[in-house]
């Protein structure tokens, strides 16, 4: 399989700034000590949570299964976090700094299509439907990972410098509107108030990665994500004499494809990538009727601020003119507040803990991605403290990552050793930082 990108050039120019990257050479003893004594239990704590999937702000399940298991550790779990979440607490017998550990808890509303004999069979209701549930971001994995790197911090907590925030999210797919939830309202719940961390750090399963691979750039990584609303008014009539009305489907219809120039025709793509998405749409109920309205859903997404300002005002220029030449109108809603920024990882602390990744898998298996236009709520937290957020390959060897069911969609297919990778990644991270002591970056 051809490498997708080169090795980390720009990481490892700044290596010569990171006065603790001669050190970490070497996996640490006790990370392959651990991964070898839990790797079973993750595989059955991941295929546990992911047969019993659960959508943004209804991971009641999860979180009480998280909890329970936690607290089996000699943990004190703190329950109900922003609706449920999970926040504890590890503190070591020696002193040194805080970092803070994420992993994200929901599933999404898609029906699975994997064939797993631990397959998703759970339906739930999502804007006033039936829908099946699947962990088809790999969610699941993530809970289970990082539960693997509790336990084996646990253990050796007598001996560990420092304190861990364990920080089990809930809502990472985005809550179901109105609902507030995920990274930004554990935050308003003061997440790093009494607990300011140094570093935190979180890792991503991902389809385009090799399993066995690790995927990582310090600077931007993923993409800001905006959710916005179009409804299109006309009026209603029976099909079959449509000059008595004004047709919204017709109108929406224009306004689609019109809107797909607003990035490639206006938007400078050479100075970054964007991206606009219409997700859904729904209008009429019935063959022979033209119905009043047509509404739309989509996403936005944008590395760069000026970009991201003027595709809003595209859109809703496109919006409102193309409706007007159908002789409708058009209201469109962009929920910016509601939105992630782009996912920024700090570039010392990136540098820094690269050495660490690749004593995992091998300095050859760790590699730079392009600029990914994903998103993740991760973001906030890298807003407050530095951070480090990295991509764990899931596609197994042998299948192409490029043409592998991606992310979100019903076939995702995860191979499991990305769990011990995980497992071991996140847990040699954690101990380095905590063993080199003082602040991001040296």
């Not at 992993?103 to 699975?112: K, Y």
């Not at 066995?212 to 990584?221: D, E, F, N, S, T």
């Not at 991605?369 to 407050?384: I, K, N, R, T, V």
Request: glycine share 10%; charged share 20%; with cysteine.
């Amino acid at each position: 399989m051809a490498r997708r990108t080169v090795l980390l050039p720009a990481l490892l120019c700044t290596l010569a700034a990171a006065p603790l990257a001669q050190a970490q050479q070497a996996q640490r003893p006790e990370v392959a000590e651990a991964a070898q004594r839990l790797r079973q239990q993750v595989v059955d704590w991941r295929r546990d949570f992911h047969e019993h999937p659960e959508l943004s702000n209804r991971e009641q399940r999860t979180a009480a299964k998280v909890a329970e298991r936690l607290r089996a550790m000699g943990l004190q779990p703190k329950t109900g976090v922003a609706v449920h979440g999970v926040v504890a607490i590890i503190k070591g017998g020696l002193p040194g700094p805080k970092i803070a550990l994420r992993a994200d808890m929901d599933a999404l509303p898609v029906t699975e299509q994997t064939g797993l004999p631990f397959a998703s069979k759970v339906k739930a209701e999502y804007r006033g439907e039936q829908v099946g549930v699947m962990h088809a971001c790999g969610h699941d994995a993530h809970t289970a990972t990082l539960l693997g790197v509790a336990d084996a911090l646990v253990a050796m907590r007598e001996r560990l410098p420092g304190e861990v925030m364990l920080i089990f999210q809930p809502a990472e797919e985005g809550a179901p509107p109105p609902e507030q939830g995920g990274a930004d309202l554990m935050l308003k719940e003061g997440l790093f108030k009494d607990f300011k961390p140094e570093a935190v750090f979180g890792l991503h399963v991902f389809s385009s990665v090799q399993a066995g691979q690790i995927a990582v750039r310090g600077g931007p990584l993923m993409a800001a994500s905006d959710r916005f609303a179009i409804t299109v008014n006309g009026r209603q009539t029976h099909g079959s004499a449509p000059w008595n009305g004004i047709d919204p489907i017709v109108a929406a219809s224009d306004l689609i494809g019109t809107a797909q120039t607003i990035v490639s025709r206006r938007a400078n793509l050479s100075k970054q990538p964007a991206v606009l998405t219409f997700g859904a749409i729904k209008g009429g109920i019935r063959y022979n009727i033209i119905p009043d309205s047509v509404e739309m859903v989509g996403t936005i997404r944008t590395f760069d601020a000026d970009m991201r300002k003027q595709i809003f005002a595209d859109l809703r220029n496109v919006a409102e003119h193309t409706a007007a030449a159908h002789g409708a109108t058009a209201t469109t809603d962009i929920y910016d507040k509601e939105g992630n920024p782009a996912t920024v990882n700090d570039p010392a602390l990136t540098a820094r803990m690269l050495p660490s990744l690749q004593a995992v898998v091998g300095r050859d298996n760790v590699y730079e991605p392009p600029l990914q236009m994903g998103s993740e709520d991760f973001s906030l937290y890298a807003q407050q403290v530095p951070a480090m957020f990295f991509f764990v390959g899931s596609t197994g060897v042998g299948i192409d990552p490029a043409t592998a069911p991606s992310n979100h969609s019903p076939r995702f297919l995860l191979d499991e050793s990305a769990l011990d990778v995980g497992l071991r990644a996140l847990l040699q991270v954690s101990l380095d930082y905590l063993n080199g002591g003082g602040k991001a970056g040296g």
